[in-house]
T-cell receptor
Framework: GNSVTQMEGPVTLSEEAFLTINCTYT??????LFWYVQYPGEGLQLLLK?????DKGSNKGFEATYRKETTSFHLEKGSVQVSDSAVYFC?????????????FGKGTKLSVKP | ETGVTQTPRHLVMGMTNKKSLKCEQH?????MYWYKQSAKKPLELMFV???????ENNSVPSRFSPECPNSSHLFLHLHTLQPEDSALYLC??????????????????FGAGSRLTVL
């Protein structure tokens, strides 16, 4: 069935470290892929997206590339800040599906220390 | 502020109580959603309303009863809940909840959530 697997957290990094959060998915067809972020005490916000193979989504210094051959959408940032501390969710949506059918991963908590 | 407001932010209730969660969106969207967020589990979609019509009910127990009087307001009525129902309940909205809209019309905007504790 459709699912999203992302690396277990928590991930703890020092400021300016390089970040990778792995995400792989199983889906029928060619889904759209998303990263959402949840800051403490808030709801989820869309961070970035990619809608077809080899697309690169980017926002706020974060990037993720849609890799169809490895069914992956790993999130990366070259230099994290304390303000990036949050929970990150990978998600996919099958073609033609409504947003209510987003399949989310369990989330990866990131803590960035000064 | 995301444009989706949830009240109350925190709620503690006993198993025999009746309470309601409220969600209001000021974005002019036509679709609204309830999600359940529990620790160490993926986000669970509970209900979807598109143009005030319920289009999805993901096998949610009847002790959760949604109500959507108009496209801007969504309620979740709670009664005889169990301790395992304790979770963060997230409301979201999108411009279009169908699968006919363009991708951009379906981006979800979430509220900050209502933290529910059932004793």
């Amino acid at each position: 069935g459709n699912s999203v697997t992302q690396m277990e957290g928590p991930v703890t990094l020092s400021e300016e470290a390089f970040l990778t959060i792995n995400c792989t998915y199983t889906a029928t067809g060619y889904p759209s892929l998303f990263w959402y972020v949840q800051y403490p005490g808030e709801g989820l916000q869309l961070l970035l997206k990619a809608t077809k193979a080899d697309d690169k989504g980017s926002n706020k210094g974060f990037e993720a590339t849609y890799r169809k051959e490895t069914t992956s959408f790993h999130l990366e940032k070259g230099s994290v800040q304390v303000s990036d501390s949050a929970v990150y969710f990978c998600a996919h949506l099958n073609y033609g599906g409504s947003q209510g059918n987003l399949i989310f991963g369990k989330g990866t908590k990131l803590s960035v220390k000064p | 502020e995301t444009g989706v407001t949830q009240t109350p932010r925190h709620l503690v209730m006993g198993m025999t109580n009746k309470k309601s969660l409220k969600c209001e969106q000021h974005l002019g969207h036509n679709a609204m959603y309830w999600y359940k967020q529990s620790a160490k589990k993926p986000l669970e979609l509970m209900f979807v309303y598109n143009f005030k019509e319920q289009t999805e009910n993901n096998s949610v127990p009847s002790r959760f009863s949604p109500e959507c009087p108009n496209s801007s307001h969504l309620f979740l009525h709670l009664h005889t809940l169990q301790p395992e129902d304790s979770a963060l309940y997230l409301c979201a909205s999108s411009q279009d909840g169908s699968n006919r809209g363009s991708w951009g019309a379906n981006v979800l905007t979430f509220g900050a959530g209502s933290r529910l504790t059932v004793l």
